[in-house]
């Protein structure tokens, strides 16, 4: 007969390392109390014994396997940095699977990124409550998978790219890199290679990419020395520098202007824990971000290549250090170039060694490239619906990538589980895949559902990081310096026009004989060149080229152009 697995002990006896005896199982296996003021039992020290090791590993628990549901099926927290996918068709759970392990790992206290596509998520920062609609639900369940139920609270901070929900998350132009930007803006080839120009220009001219308008008064000095800029880079055509223009005054019409700027991210923020020792939950609100896919996707692959690029190598740690949510990860590989694609597979690859676990939230695993795919070792597959031949042959791609359960054909089991429930395999000893398993899914402690504007507000108000994102700075970058090249060039040029034209005729034939070269001499603001001597630097170029143009209208434009938006912006 079976035993019903419980937790021993009253609300007083909750602290310090409970256990009870499995009788189904025949074996001893040890709970932590890990919760403030409640048993959570998410993270559970499991006998490796029963793996065939000696020693005692923390896991997380997911939820309940086998023909009663009672075996407990579980996400071993060493290897919790091997990556991990959460797929399934609309409504069958994935945002439930995605709330519970984000409360698991940071009760283990490692601190977690996901992104709220839908608004649900921010539940994590209110508790369950006995009250709510689905508690005789999720009582039924916790009973059913042998889970004493218990609701708590979790240490959360939001953050949102517009600064609307939550802290404004910044990033610099310069940090954001040419192919990332190329990939947001959608460019070709030859644009791609106009952006790294100017890039290259910033970097050997001292010139801060931080905004937009950085970039934009950039690409406006690019068009103009092109003829300069072509003898040394190849040819700059002033119709990709217009094309790149009016990528980013569609950026910038997305709203995109206040995420490129200072003060930028800091990644030791996201790496915070509570009094408790719980790790950080960061939650980007993206409802609106989800209007622009593009700089979703960017966003989130800047990030995990900032954690890739800043964070030291600590090979097999005991937990990860770090846990990635990548929802709506398709909308990241969608036209993707094999360059990108192959540099986010070697991020996966590399950044488990840094002890960073990147787990990939979709409908479908086919959204997953192959051999990116074949980088998550901890999978959580919900229900799949197969209506055309197509569906029917991806269902069948999905099960074959599962180590085969005797009791059940894999592919009938993902199309038939209901909702809550999925069919789940992860990383056993030596990091083997484990057999695939029917899981009903464990309730979340942490609400279900959007927590109110009022209570998310007052999240906001306490967390630790308020007013440290929330002021804007515009320091001294690119924008400013080539307004004021194009001040100094202007002056010039007009104290030259004033002297030329003030200075009385014997003075003006007195200079024509002394500059007399056998050629006719005019009026010209222009420096002649030395004949035979080195050809001008990039900035001496550009002075020149304004000292040229300022005698013609559209001279007189481009420098209203750079300086008017200086004076707007301020």
Known sequence: MKTKRTAPGGAASLTGRKSFLNTKANLRIGWLH????????????????????????????????????????????????RHGLIAGATGTGKTVTLQILAEAFSTAGVPVFLSDVKGDLSGLAASGSPEGKLHGAFTERAQTIGLDLSYDTFPVVFWDLYGELGHPVRATIAEMGPLLLSRLLELSEAQEGILNIAFRVADEQGLPLLDLKDLQSLLVWVGQNRADLSLRFGNVSTASVGAIQRR???????????????????????????????????????????????????????????????????????KPKFVFFFDEAHLLFDDAPKALVDKVEQVARLIRSKGVGVYFITQNPADVPEDILGQLGNRVQHALRAFTAKDKRELRQAADTYRDNPRFDTAEAISEVGVGEAVTSFLIKKGMPGVVERTLIRPPSSQLGPISKTARAGVIKASPLAGKYEMALDRDSAFEMLGRRAQEAAAAAAEAEAAEEDASAAEREYRAGRRFTGGRVSRSTSVRRRSGGRSDSIGTAFAKSFARQLGSKAGRAVVRGVLGGLFKGR
Do not use: C, H
């Open 248 to 318: 980013l005054l569609v950026l910038e019409n997305q709203g995109a202007t206040g995420f490129f700027g200072e003060p930028a991210l800091a990644l030791d923020d996201l790496f915070q824990t509570d009094a408790a020792g719980r790790g950080q939950i960061n939650i980007l609100a993206a409802e609106r971000l989800m209007g622009a896919p593009r700089l979703y996707a960017t966003f989130l692959l800047w990030l995990l290549s900032e954690l890739f690029e800043t964070l030291p190598e600590v090979g097999d740690p005991d």
């Open 34 to 81: 890990t919760g403030t003021y409640s048993l959570t039992e998410y993270v559970r020290p499991i006998n490796d014994q029963f793996r065939g090791a000696g020693a005692m590993d923390q896991a997380i628990f997911v939820g309940g396997g086998g023909d009663d549901y009672a075996e407990p099926q579980q996400l071993l927290l060493k290897y919790g940095n």
